[in-house]
């Protein structure tokens, strides 16, 4: 079965894993369905009354996406862009913690499955978005400027992020986010208390006279 991790990044944009979840689909597929339902109702069902999943469906993913970007609903947007993978920092972790709290609390009624039970009816996961946002809460900032919780340990999206191939060594080495010189993934910049705005990891090191 796939897991999910919470991840931290240090000064020097350094990755490293802090703690994993068994069972990835209790929290960023439990999100997609959520937000589906509430934002996207009628795309949600095929003609023939099957329900979609944003799983491997781009053009659904970005509808969804845009919904979110222009709602002013904070529980929403966080959860959105925790599910994307997307960096958070960590002098925020209060705030996001919160809003992870909220998205259960407020959107009971939109979670309805296809069988027609309740998500956030299931103790197993208010555990896991529980459990999730008190190891968000117990981060030290001090060792961790940033966290991404990643999604599965299916794929190694976030790993590439902080790694290198070395032709001497014929293997992979441990190295920073500044080294890499493509747009992998956006910093989430909150203000009073909700998004802000994003800047991708180029646009970010360049800020910082890191590029």
């Not at 794929?155 to 992979?172: A, M, S, T």
């Amino acid at each position: 079965m796939s897991k999910s991790s919470l991840w931290g990044m240090n000064k020097e944009y350094k990755g490293f894993e802090i703690e994993e979840f068994g069972n990835s689909f209790l929290f960023s597929p439990v999100v997609w369905d959520i937000l589906l339902e509430k934002y996207l109702p009628n795309e949600r069902k095929t003609s023939y009354g099957y329900t979609k999943s944003i799983i491997g469906d781009r053009i659904l993913t970005m509808m969804l996406n845009d919904k979110i970007n222009f709602c002013d609903c904070v529980y929403d947007r966080i959860c959105w862009e925790l599910s994307n993978q997307q960096i958070f920092f960590t002098k925020d972790k209060n705030i996001v913690a919160k809003n992870i709290l909220d998205f259960i609390n407020f959107n009971y009624k939109y979670s309805k499955d296809s069988d027609g039970e309740f998500l956030l009816g299931f103790e197993h996961i208010i555990e896991r978005f529980s459990d999730m946002a008190e190891s968000i809460k117990d981060l030290d900032i001090n060792e961790n400027l940033f966290f991404i919780f990643k999604n599965t340990s299916v794929d190694d999206n976030v790993e590439c992020w902080f790694q290198k191939y070395d032709n001497e060594e014929c293997n992979y080495i441990k190295s920073s986010l500044i080294e890499l010189n493509e747009i992998v993934i956006e910093f989430v910049f909150i203000k009073n208390g909700m998004i802000d705005t994003f800047k991708n990891n180029i646009e970010y090191f360049k800020q910082l006279n890191l590029k």
